[in-house]
């Protein structure tokens, strides 16, 4: 706890309840509480801590019933609202009283002023009470977060339903039980940042209530289950720039839920799971790492629907070429809806593999785009290549080097494989381009250019 000077501390509070205090010579910031300090507040609530953040002051204050003197509810209730209502404060209950259905009806403050309220370690009983409460009304509430600790809630949410100001939704919840289910309300349409931890969201109506948050910028879900169910987060969000999403594993259900959706504005994708690894770099740039469920790429396609994305980058692990090969990981119709169907705008894609799979790439490469011949002419000439980023010396490597100067349906393309194998392009080379054979070919020199022209 801060220490705050006993003057100060009797300005904050007759300022505050209109009464004068005074401190006692005795006052020790350190071990005295609001309980102890002000005699008129000796009906204070145990434990629980007041922050005025505009004054920047935290003062735990306890003692409920000390001296064993009696308030009524009505009476205190009143004084705090004088006191609460008249500052933007942020409240905290960091442990549950024995009288925690009277705690949670005395902060339930209709038309005060807050702008942000964070709870913490808030039980079942007094988090219902106060979200559901008939006078839980919250015009100017801007921020609220919730961390929760026990048995799983239901719509513990519902009761925010007056707080048509709320940016910044914040949910924490940490249990060995179920994972518990929040709702979103339609009077939270200026919602702008949500995150998530081991909380599911739903609506009342489904999918067509989660459109309903049209101002949504930022979204993180960390969910701490098996499986990511449907719903989790809205359909169609025509603003949304960030989407994180951590999950033990990614399946079917995760895809279902995903691939309707439409996110035209999305600059920023992460998703993290024990299957699927996945980061942006900011603005332009998509990965996802897989080491298995690739044949479920098509899923992705949903989130490829973003025309901020310009460059897309499929990086595959591949640990034994004889037992998985690319060639049947990822079909050629899954390339060509990403490439042909959701992402004529992508200025680049690429494929990384490991060295023990650069032989079939190449097969698998021919195909896809022979097949996807009508389905690419909305890309530019330039943007589409096959690249190797990362081209160790292994079995595949003189393979896949011979099968890149064997030709094929490409579109012409100009690869460089310099010190390190990265890629660029130059058209001002097209027309002085060097053919490059297995006998000229070095892979030290940066000169080394590889002419790939589509039939």
């Given at each position: 706890?801060k220490?705050?000077p006993?003057?100060?501390?009797?300005?904050?509070?007759?300022?505050y309840?209109?009464?004068?205090?005074?401190?006692?010579?005795?006052?020790?910031?350190?071990?005295?509480?609001?309980?102890?300090v002000?005699?008129?507040?000796?009906?204070?609530?145990?434990?629980?801590?007041?922050?005025?953040?505009?004054?920047?002051?935290?003062?735990?204050?306890?003692?409920?019933?000390?001296?064993q003197?009696?308030?009524?509810?009505?009476?205190?209730?009143?004084?705090?609202?004088?006191?609460?209502?008249?500052?933007?404060?942020?409240?905290?209950?960091?442990?549950?009283?024995?009288?925690?259905?009277?705690?949670?009806?005395?902060?339930?403050l209709?038309?005060?002023?807050?702008?942000i309220?964070?709870?913490?370690?808030?039980?079942?009983t007094?988090?219902s009470?106060?979200?559901?409460?008939?006078?839980?009304?919250?015009?100017n509430?801007?921020?609220?977060?919730?961390?929760?600790?026990?048995p799983?809630?239901?719509?513990?949410?519902?009761?925010?339903?007056?707080?048509?100001?709320?940016?910044?939704?914040?949910?924490?919840?940490?249990?060995?039980?179920?994972?518990?289910?929040?709702?979103?309300?339609?009077?939270?349409?200026?919602?702008?940042?949500?995150?998530?931890?081991?909380?599911?969201?739903?609506?009342?109506?489904?999918?067509?209530?989660?459109?309903?948050?049209?101002?949504?910028?930022?979204?993180?879900?960390?969910?701490?289950?098996d499986?990511?169910?449907?719903?989790?987060?809205?359909?169609?969000?025509?603003?949304?720039?960030?989407?994180?999403?951590e999950?033990?594993?990614?399946?079917?259900?995760?895809?279902?839920?995903?691939?309707?959706?439409?996110?035209?504005?999305?600059?920023?994708?992460?998703?993290?799971?024990?299957?699927?690894?996945?980061?942006?770099d900011p603005?332009?740039?998509?990965?996802?790492?897989?080491g298995?469920?690739?044949?479920?790429?098509?899923?992705?396609?949903?989130?490829?629907?973003s025309?901020?994305?310009?460059?897309?980058?499929?990086?595959?692990?591949?640990?034994?070429?004889?037992?998985?090969?690319l060639?049947?990981?990822?079909?050629?119709?899954?390339?060509?809806?990403?490439?042909?169907?959701?992402?004529?705008?992508?200025?680049?894609?690429?494929?990384?593999?490991?060295?023990?799979?650069?032989?079939?790439?190449?097969?698998?490469?021919?195909?896809?785009?022979?097949q996807?011949?009508?389905?690419?002419?909305n890309?530019?000439?330039?943007?589409?290549?096959?690249?190797i980023?990362?081209?160790?010396e292994?079995?595949?490597?003189?393979?896949?080097?011979?099968?890149?100067?064997?030709?094929?349906?490409?579109?012409?393309?100009?690869?460089?494989?310099?010190?390190?194998?990265?890629?660029?392009?130059?058209?001002?080379?097209?027309?002085?381009?060097?053919?490059?054979?297995?006998?000229?070919f070095?892979?030290?020199?940066?000169?080394?250019?590889?002419?790939?022209d589509?039939?």
């Open positions: 706890m220490k705050v006993p003057e100060v501390l009797a300005e904050i509070f007759t300022r309840s209109g009464k004068s205090v005074v401190f006692p010579p005795t006052y020790e910031p350190s071990t005295w509480t609001l309980g102890h002000c005699s008129r507040w000796r009906r204070v609530l145990w434990n629980f801590p007041v922050i005025w953040s505009n004054l920047q002051l935290r003062a735990p204050i306890y003692n409920f019933w000390r001296e003197e009696t308030f009524s509810k009505e009476s205190t209730r009143q004084s705090l609202d004088y006191i609460l209502s008249r500052t933007n404060i942020l409240l905290s209950l960091s442990s549950v009283h024995e009288e925690v259905a009277f705690i949670s009806d005395i902060i339930i209709q038309n005060h002023r807050f702008r309220l964070e709870f913490y370690n808030i039980a079942t007094t988090c009470l106060f979200l559901d409460a008939p006078s839980a009304a919250f015009p509430l801007e921020k609220f977060t919730m961390v929760i600790q026990g799983p809630l239901t719509n513990a949410s519902s009761g925010l339903q007056m707080a048509p100001n709320l940016q910044n939704f914040f949910c924490h919840y940490f249990t060995d039980g179920p994972t518990p289910q929040l709702q979103f309300l339609p009077s939270w349409n200026k919602l702008t940042d949500i995150t998530l931890r081991n909380v599911i969201i739903t609506t009342r109506t489904a999918h067509t209530a989660l459109n309903q948050f049209p101002n949504l910028v930022t979204c993180r879900a960390v969910l701490v289950t499986t990511v169910v449907t719903n989790t987060i809205p359909i169609i969000l025509p603003r949304l720039q960030s989407l994180h999403l999950t033990k594993s990614l399946d079917l259900d995760w895809g279902t839920f995903l691939y309707p959706f439409a996110f035209p504005s999305l600059t920023s994708l992460r998703i993290d799971s024990s299957q699927i690894l996945g980061s942006l603005f332009t740039h998509l990965i996802i790492r897989s298995c469920f690739l044949e479920k790429l098509a899923l992705v396609s949903g989130i490829l629907s025309t901020a994305l310009q460059s897309f980058e499929l990086v595959h692990h591949i640990p034994d070429v004889e037992v998985l090969h060639s049947y990981m990822i079909p050629a119709s899954v390339i060509r809806i990403i490439l042909g169907g959701l992402c004529p705008w992508l200025l680049d894609v690429a494929w990384t593999v490991d060295p023990e799979g650069f032989g079939d790439i190449m097969d698998w490469a021919d195909t896809c785009v022979a996807s011949a009508s389905q690419l002419q890309i530019n000439e330039k943007s589409f290549c096959i690249r980023l990362r081209c160790l292994g079995p595949g490597y003189s393979v896949a080097r011979r099968r890149y100067l064997a030709g094929g349906n490409f579109y012409r393309h100009w690869v460089r494989f310099d010190q390190g194998y990265r890629y660029y392009e130059d058209d001002e080379q097209e027309d002085g381009a060097l053919e490059v054979t297995d006998e000229n070095d892979e030290t020199d940066e000169k080394t250019v590889l002419q790939l589509l039939v």
